[in-house]
């Protein structure tokens, strides 16, 4: 009995629960600015650091629809991600368009397109109205998602994900067909746009994210500190200022 508790514990320690997974998502998401700031992808470096960074966008859509599930108040869940949406909306248009406010598609970062994959997913969940009127209020929060990071797949990533939240042969399924457009498309407009098409060959990295979930990921949630629900929130505004602030340093 011994050896055989030995034997798990042994398969089991090097597994990461949802807070650990969270952070390494994190880290990923530094590396992947750090390389966007100062690495060109022109550069092994850079490809292979933002290969790193594709965890973060469609980990992140995960966790979220997974957290779906657990949330005891979705309405403050929500809030809390279009406070916070807003809030990255200055240092993200600074980082990103070098002045602010500024209007237009990719102003708010990544954030702004959890939270419309939370209401998409609360949507499709919890209105008692026709699933092609569904379908079409999915296609809508799609398109407002043009206004964040990760733009349509996040919300797809995340849908799909609460809906074959049961069956995982399925989910996964889905998770390969939208990241596999994402890449062919991000390396077509790169082939169109300048010949290049393997500047954007690291966006392939995606499939990492299936290999860390199923592998290393033991769906425990760790410990429930209010410290690991809100370092994301504000880690994620405060690491685009300061990497914006380098710049003039």
């Known amino acids: 009995m011994e050896n055989e508790d030995l034997q798990l514990n042994r398969r089991t320690h090097w597994k990461l629960n949802r807070n650990q997974l969270k952070y390494l998502l994190i880290i990923a998401m530094l590396v992947d600015h750090i390389a966007s700031a100062y690495v060109p992808t022109t550069r092994l470096l850079g490809q292979c650091m933002h ?4 965890l973060t966008g469609p ?10 599930q657990y949330t ?6 929500a809030i809390r991600l279009f406070v916070f949406s807003l809030i990255s909306w200055v240092p993200y248009s600074l980082r990103t368009f ?16 959890l939270f419309l994959a939370f209401i998409t997913i609360w949507m499709w969940d919890k209105l008692k109205i026709h699933k092609a009127i569904k379908v079409v209020l999915v296609v809508l929060f799609c398109a407002l998602s043009l206004f964040g990071d990760w733009s349509i797949f996040a919300v797809l990533w995340a849908h799909f994900a609460y809906i074959n939240r049961d069956n995982e042969k399925k989910k996964w399924i889905s998770f ?12 077509v407009f790169a082939g169109v746009s300048d010949g290049r098409f393997w500047l954007e060959a ?3 990295g995606v499939v990492l ?4 979930f199923i592998f290393f990921y033991n769906r425990e949630p760790g410990s429930r500190h209010p410290f690991h629900k809100w370092f994301f929130y504000v880690f994620y505004p405060l690491h685009i200022l300061v990497l914006y602030l380098l710049r003039f340093l």
């Open 51 to 54: 290969v790193f960074g594709r």
């Open 59 to 68: 980990g992140m859509a995960l966790l979220l629809a997974e957290g779906y």
């Open 72 to 77: 005891r108040n979705k309405k403050k869940y």
């Open 98 to 113: 070098n002045r602010f406010p500024y209007f237009g598609l990719d102003m708010f970062g990544v954030i702004w397109t």
């Open 176 to 187: 390969g067909i939208i990241a596999a457009v994402e890449s062919i498309l991000a390396m």
């Open 202 to 204: 690291y966006q392939l």
């Open 209 to 212: 994210v299936p290999i860390v």
